[in-house]
């Protein structure tokens, strides 16, 4: 799926949507009695090139995510790597993770004890601790990756024998087509499933990231408690 958005996007045009985004995420939050000022803006940089990127940080984005290595490696040489955290939030297969780890700041797509067990190692060999989020599929969608509801505390629990992977977190992509009501009720059930896993208190790794809502659905995302949105098209196209 190649979608082609603006590479020629102004900084000012870049803040003048920052700013509509920041006003709808806030009445969001307050809406569904949440803190508007823990949320997080991620800009997905994945259909736009380095030049753009610049152009978001100049507008005051300090956190990207890029779903492909091999994109990520191109751009990141050419952006203030210091001024910025990045992200990784697409499938990652096991022989890529040694390149992306060295990369990011942090895995958002960790979706089975396979990968788990790959960015152990390697960020083991680097003498670091990454942190990572618990892909979720909480539509059930067949079509995508993600630890199932049902078996997210085990995994969660699964990932204590990993001393040098810190869990921070869930993060979920929605089933294409959901109607409104079943996005508010995947929403809430991945913000239930936060609360439940971050009660626990397990020794690896402080929960404070619920990673969901795209272009589409931010709004409602928001609304049900995430604290980090990921936005392409509503940002670049
Ligand atoms: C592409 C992508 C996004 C951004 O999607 P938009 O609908 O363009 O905002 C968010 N999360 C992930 C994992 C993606 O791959």
Do not use: W
Request: glycine share 8%; net charge neutral; with cysteine.
């Amino acid at each position: 799926m190649v979608k082609c958005l603006n590479n020629e996007i102004t900084v000012e045009e870049l803040r003048r949507r920052l700013e509509i985004i920041r006003e709808n995420i806030r009445t969001a939050a307050l809406s569904g009695g949440f803190d508007p000022e823990a949320v997080r803006l991620m800009a997905v940089t994945k259909y736009v090139g380095a030049e753009a990127v610049l152009r978001a940080v100049e507008a005051g984005i300090t956190l990207i995510g890029e779903n492909r290595g091999q994109a990520l490696q191109q751009k990141l040489p050419l952006l203030p790597r210091e001024r910025l955290e990045v992200h990784f939030i697409g499938h990652l297969q096991r022989n890529k993770a040694a390149r992306v780890v060295r990369m990011v700041d942090m895995v958002e797509s960790v979706d089975s004890a396979a990968l788990a067990q790959e960015l152990e190692k390697q960020a083991g060999a680097l003498e670091r601790t990454l942190p990572i989020l618990m892909e979720v599929n909480i539509g059930k969608d067949p079509n995508k990756s993600g630890v199932l509801p049902e078996e997210a505390d085990r995994f969660a629990e699964s990932l204590r024998a990993f001393p040098h992977l810190e869990l921070r977190g869930l993060m979920t992509i929605l089933p294409l087509g959901a109607t409104q009501l079943e996005t508010e009720r995947y929403f809430s059930q991945m913000h239930a499933l936060y609360v439940d896993i971050r009660e626990k208190n397990r020794d690896n790794g402080c929960m404070d990231c619920l990673s969901m809502g795209m272009s589409g659905d931010y709004k409602l995302a928001v609304k049900h408690g995430a604290n980090l949105v990921r936005l392409g098209t509503v940002l670049f196209s």
